[in-house]
């Protein structure tokens, strides 16, 4: 296989042995009663990463937050932030601030009081409060705002005042609990860019909660995934998402096509799969299935080609079918194509070119096909 | 008739009728808002201009108890020299009499006393029940409003049972030997106090329990978060938040505090002076009703001014808040 790196910098600690976590998980497991919303799980994080924990509601990654600011503490297991174990110390003392989902700015106070609060409470000088608060209100572009109470704001606007007030007093670590999970759309695609920027600048590590794994490919350098409190994957998003560990992390970010079927036969890192409706499939990306195992095959849709004429490539995996369904997106169409055993293929294919030549139809024959490296074996 | 005659004849119906609509429905809302108006009107307004009236009248061994008795019997000229007799003396009288000056500044002091003692017992409870798992909340307040179901007058009475010499309490301190004196609480402020805590405990807790609830936990969290320790995060954070609720509390307890009359009488002995038992004895025991009536006007104006000047203070510090 074909190394998946990083897209950002040349930032991978995680792959240098001799690097030392700076935030690690040890067998953590935290119940609630009968409820078990984090199980054994083990987990490093280093200085200066920008670490998405991304999961359907449920899977235990507030909670990992929250025992990490100190507002739960682990059943069993052990937190340690750069080399200290943190049981016992109390939210108040702990050198990580949280950037709550609600944003729970503090209705009484103005913008300014609520940046400043966390400074009065350190005990710092007024004259440099009053200035780590005008660099924060600058960071933030909130200027003008700095005498407004909370309510006078927008989303938006409040998003930002809750940033400034969990950066500004330097944290170790940055939590962000879902931070633009009440932005509309498009604000939530230019703030993305504003938290990497902000990551870059400050030099802090920031550890975000969210369910939106397009905000978790664009902001993060890794993304652990997590199901029914336990990590199923933890990689950059390159791997997650060409090389997921697992049918559900395949299944969990993006779109996936999934073929049943038994390993033929292979050698090296190839093999042939032989599924159930007669298909088989040559790819290069075996991982450890051996002969004979049962696995999956899984594509993503914007993989695999659809045409009208049978593709000439020799090397290509080629099936036939019947267009079943046309969704047009603008940038790109996604095709549903029905193969002879009833099987739906996604495809989705950019729209290049603005009229397409080789135009597809409802109900008309296509051909499916895509190279031996565009899929994966899957043996969990 | 064409189509479009049809459908500019139904246009035209429809806005008839919605204009008829639009007017009823404003007719109803002014409605609803006249109700409340009405209310205020018939049982607080003309009562006491009845009350204003018999405190600039004299006493008179008569029935009623005193003149003149306006009425147009004798034309509007009589009724004109009727009112000519009306005079400002039992007010002055109020001011020449230490007793009366003496009793409106007691009630307040009692009543005063008794609101922060009430505050005080009341914030942890209604504290407790705000931050209580929700399923249990419901019942938590029906707990609060339960004494409400047993007539005020009698829960008093049992306080008498509970206080007195050889009272219930007594009898547990004795037996325990925690003491080996009865204490004596009746008859002293201490009982009422007790009785008005125990009392109006019901209206301080709901306002502060519906302020509590509303917080936001995660404000106390954040707090935290920012290195504020639980303690100081309480007043940073929810006291300030909850200050709505305590204003309403406070004068939910404090007003009917100043004017009781059940408590002091059953609780607090005949030392005890307050201006519901001095206005009781004006109206029953002297039977002057124009006195009894000046005070009762007067009680209104010292709770009724500051709490005008109150709101108004509170309405402007929103306004600029917003």
Known sequence: MKSLGSIRRSFAPWSDPAAKPYIVFENVTKRFGDFTAV???????????????LGASGCGKSTLLRMLA?????????????????????????????????????PHMTVENNIAFGLKQEGMAKADIEKRVA??????????????????????QRQRVALARSVAKRPKVL????????????????????????????GLTFVVVTHDQEEAMTMADRIAILDKGEVMQVATPTEVYEAPASRFVAGFVGNVNMFEGKVASRDAGSARISGGNGLTIKTENAGDASAGSDVVFAIRPEKIKVSSKKPADAEANVAEGEIYDIAYLGDMTVYHV???????????????????????????????SFRPDAGVVLTR | MTDTAIAASSATEYAGRSGFARALNAFVSRLVIIVPYLWLLFFFLVPFIIVFKISLSQTAIAMPPYIPVLGFGEGLSGFWAQLKQLSIDNYLWLTEDALYFNAYVSSVV?????????LLVGYPIAYGMARAPATLRPTLLMLVILPFWTSFLIRVYAWIGILKPEGLLNQFLLATGIIDQPLIILNTHTAIFIG???????????PLYSALEKMDFSLIEAAQ????????????????????GVVAGCLLVFIPAVGEFVIPDLLGGSQTLMIGKTLWNEFFANRDWPVSSAVAVILLLLLVIPIMIFQHAQARAQEQGR
């Open chain 1, 70 to 106: 100190g507002f739960d503490e682990p059943t069993s297991g052990r937190i340690l932030l750069d080399g200290q174990d943190l049981r016992g110390i109390p939210p108040y003392k702990r050198p990580v601030n949280m950037m709550f989902q609600s944003y729970a700015l503090f």
């Open chain 1, 135 to 156: 660099d924060m209100l600058k960071l933030v572009k909130l200027e003008q705002f700095a005498k407004r109470k909370p309510h006078q704001l927008s989303g938006g």
């Open chain 1, 175 to 202: 939590l962000l609990d879902e931070p633009l999970g009440a932005l509309d759309k498009k604000l939530r695609e230019e703030t993305q860019f504003e938290l990497m920027d902000l990551q870059q600048e400050l």
């Open chain 2, 110 to 118: 009692i009543a005063g006393i008794s609101t922060i003692l009430t």
């Open chain 2, 196 to 206: 008005i805590v125990y009392s109006y405990l019901p209206f301080m807790i709901l």
């Open chain 1, 39 to 53: 199980n054994d799980l083990s987990l490093s994080i280093f200085e200066r990463e920008f670490f998405a924990l």
């Open chain 1, 338 to 368: 029905r193969l002879a055993d009833g099987q739906v293929v996604k495809a989705s294919s950019l729209n290049a070119v603005r009229i397409s030549e080789d135009p597809l139809s409802w109900n008309d024959r296509a051909w499916i």
């Open chain 2, 225 to 244: 978060d920012l290195g504020c320790p639980p303690i100081s995060a309480f007043w940073k954070i929810t006291f300030p938040l909850s200050i709505p």
